[in-house]
């Protein structure tokens, strides 16, 4: 073991490994591009990756907690040591294929552990590929990070970093937990005009839980970014029945994990209200989807100093963690279990819009595929950092714990 790292001299290796494996990563890059596949259906690009790391001295282990396009590729260090950890997600959209940019997610992710595996023969520890299949909620392995934070499988990991593409260089963006609610309401038919007494008006109580739950939002925490958005996907069946049957439906969002679930409460609450106030039954089925985004300070900084390093025009990762956030993502989910920093790259040109063919076909540009190696270079510097500094990790812990 050498005593006195140079860590310096390791980033080097890293980013030197990355430009030498630049032919390998836009070969993946371009390969899901031009195979793109829907989550939990990404064979192709499972197969791809796992070959590419396997390849490269990986261990891999193919399928986790059932879910056959997941996988964990490992290297270890030159000693038992703590487990650092890149994410990538390769499945695509239906109509704009990469039009989330994954395939650059995934060809950032195999560059970064590769890159880092060239220098950990000196240093204690471990470094994971982790493949996350169907992040965009398609098929059963649909949110595949929430199934495996709930499994632990992140609980022995010690430090988490990936990257998404996107018009705009952060680090360190918060995103909201979202939870889903599911109102039925059940009364009784009647002629509406002729025996209106006889009948109870589901719609009647759907309605007014769509106007009190707006409602809350006057009492809603300024700083917990709250939304609600909601629909009555069922509503009676003809003008002159009153209706027996209605259906909310609600999404509520925010980046305050805690003030999320008790707002949660609150709209079922007022679904509880409204029932009773129109004398109706209602079921209420409450689903959690994303937990929001649990910020690591230590973690963002040193994965923000990486992209400093290289030159990439980042902003302040106080402005990016302070920034609004707009999405929601299953990192969130990781990022409950153990300290994490995300980053977007800017793969594709200002005002590009997300989910477009746009940002699907400019990963296959200079500007994209720079990028991305660029991206590799900071992650995989990242990883080598992590476990050439232990005391960034132990940091990084304290803040997880106390936060
Ligand atoms: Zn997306
Ligand atoms: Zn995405």
Redesign the pocket.
């Known amino acids: 073991m050498i005593t006195l790292t140079d860590v310096d001299g390791l980033k080097k290796i890293v980013r030197d490994a990355v430009d030498e494996k630049r032919v390998v990563l836009e070969d993946i890059a371009m390969f899901l591009y031009e195979n793109p596949e829907l989550g939990s259906e990404e064979y192709k690009a499972f197969e791809k990756l796992t070959g590419v790391l396997g390849d490269h001295g990986f261990e891999v282990e193919k399928g986790i907690y059932g879910m056959p396009t997941a996988f964990k590729a490992s290297f270890k260090g030159g000693a038992e040591g703590p487990r650092v950890a890149v994410l990538a997600e390769y499945d695509a959209?239906p109509g704009v294929g990469h039009?989330?940019g994954?395939n650059l997610i995934a060809a950032s992710a195999v560059g970064a552990g590769i890159a880092a595996s060239r220098a950990v023969s000196g240093l204690a520890g471990e470094v994971l590929v982790v493949g996350t299949p169907a992040?965009?909620g398609h098929g059963p392995s649909a949110g595949s990070k929430v199934v495996m934070a709930d499994h632990g499988f992140f609980d022995d990991v010690a430090g988490v970093v990936m990257l998404h593409p996107g018009s705009r260089w952060g680090v360190g963006g918060q995103a909201l937990g979202i939870h889903q609610i599911e109102m039925v309401f059940k009364g009784q038919t009647s002629h509406a005009a002729a025996s209106p007494e006889k009948g109870r008006n589901a719609l009647n109580a759907a309605t007014l839980t769509y106007m009190a739950t707006h409602m809350l939002r006057q009492e809603a925490r300024r700083d917990a970014n709250l939304v609600i958005h909601g629909i009555i996907p069922e509503g009676g069946l003809a003008s002159n029945i009153i209706p027996d049957r209605a259906v909310c439906q609600f999404g509520v969002r925010s980046s305050d994990e805690k003030y999320l679930g008790e707002m949660v409460e609150k709209v079922a609450r007022c679904a509880e209200g409204a029932a009773h106030a129109m004398g109706v039954e209602v079921e209420i089925t409450k689903r959690k989807l994303y937990s929001s985004k649990k910020l690591n300070i230590p973690m963002v900084k040193t994965l923000w100093g990486n992209y400093k390093e290289l030159g990439a025009p980042v902003r302040d990762w106080r402005e990016s963690t302070t920034a609004m956030p707009m999405?929601s993502?299953d990192f969130g989910d990781v990022s409950q279990r153990t300290p994490v920093a995300g980053s977007n790259i800017a793969s594709a040109l200002e005002g590009t819009p997300?989910?477009s063919v746009q940002l699907a076909e400019a990963t296959m540009t200079k500007q994209g595929l720079d990028a991305m190696v660029l991206g590799a270079k900071a992650l995989g510097m990242t990883l080598v950092e992590l476990l050439a500094r232990p005391e960034i990790l132990r940091e990084a812990k304290e803040y997880f714990d106390s936060h």
């Open positions: 959209l039009g989330c994954h992040e965009e999405a993502t997300g989910h």
